[in-house]
């Protein structure tokens, strides 16, 4: 028993490893490749921006509350109508350069544009999964239609984004929204060259010392981040094998 035991622990920890590896290598429908995340701290978006975006290593950039596919995003609620079901809805806080720095595809209508976020909260863009809940057929259907967030704020949406993983690859795509609010920016977002990666950090590093010089230069690769998120899962989940097998074994006996 403890031997047929050892060999389904095994092969169980084989099998996790290799879903990890699956998961690592999968499709997100975003382009995570040498997208360096720099935290703000604080700091100010559009001295960050005009300091960084004189760096030619930097091609595009952009502005958000959180990173896709690691697990976090900020949660309302929506409905179509006053009477209908009130839904839930993940959202991040975005800017006008969010979709094409990340790659994500623009199914129906506009992106935002600069002077979306000012004042008060009038647009908002939401992926097909948030779009068929509130019961348009088509994203074109929903493009100048209105949603109601958190039972008071209506707001126009003004364009429909394809399903992308925003929550990691186990969970299923729900309801979710960009919205345009530059209050909750955490990030700044770098699509860097791959020309001389090394060197583009160092200076960035120098340029971050003219913003904040009191604190270090907070970053990451997108892409790594994610990769460390599910080879730490995988390994948590290795972990607790490991040690429900001696239990198992003597549950054997």
């Not at 047929?4 to 095994?10: E, P, Q, T």
Request: glycine share 6%; hydrophobic share 40%; net charge negative.
């Amino acid at each position: 028993v403890q031997f047929g035991l050892s060999i389904f622990m095994i092969i169980s920890i084989l099998v996790m490893r290799e879903q990890t590896s699956l998961m690592v290598n999968s499709e997100y429908g975003f382009d995570e490749e040498n997208l360096l995340v720099v935290e703000l701290q604080g700091s100010k978006p559009e001295i960050v921006a005009a300091e960084f975006s004189k760096n030619t290593a930097v091609t595009a950039y952009t502005f958000s509350s959180h990173n896709p596919a690691v697990g976090r995003s900020h949660g309302a609620d929506f409905q179509r109508n006053e009477d209908d079901e009130r839904l839930g809805l993940n959202h991040f806080s975005v800017d006008n350069k969010y979709i094409s720095t990340f790659g994500i595809t623009l199914l129906a209508g506009r992106d935002f544009e600069p002077g979306d976020g000012d004042g008060k909260e009038k647009f908002i863009i939401l992926n097909e999964t948030a779009v068929k809940a509130v019961g348009f057929e088509t994203p074109h259907e929903a493009i100048g239609q209105e949603v109601i967030l958190n039972k008071e704020n209506r707001v126009q949406i003004i364009g429909v984004v394809k399903d992308y993983h925003f929550e990691p690859l186990m969970k299923s795509i729900e309801p979710m929204a960009l919205r345009f609010m530059p209050d909750s920016y955490e990030n700044i977002n770098l699509k860097i060259s791959s020309a001389n990666v090394p060197s583009a950090i160092s200076d960035l590093q120098e340029t971050w010392k003219t913003i904040d010089s009191k604190r270090d230069l907070k970053y990451s690769f997108l892409d790594q981040e994610m990769d460390h998120f599910y080879f730490f899962l995988g390994d948590i989940t290795a972990i607790v094998t490991l040690f429900l097998f001696p239990a198992l074994g003597c549950w054997a006996w």
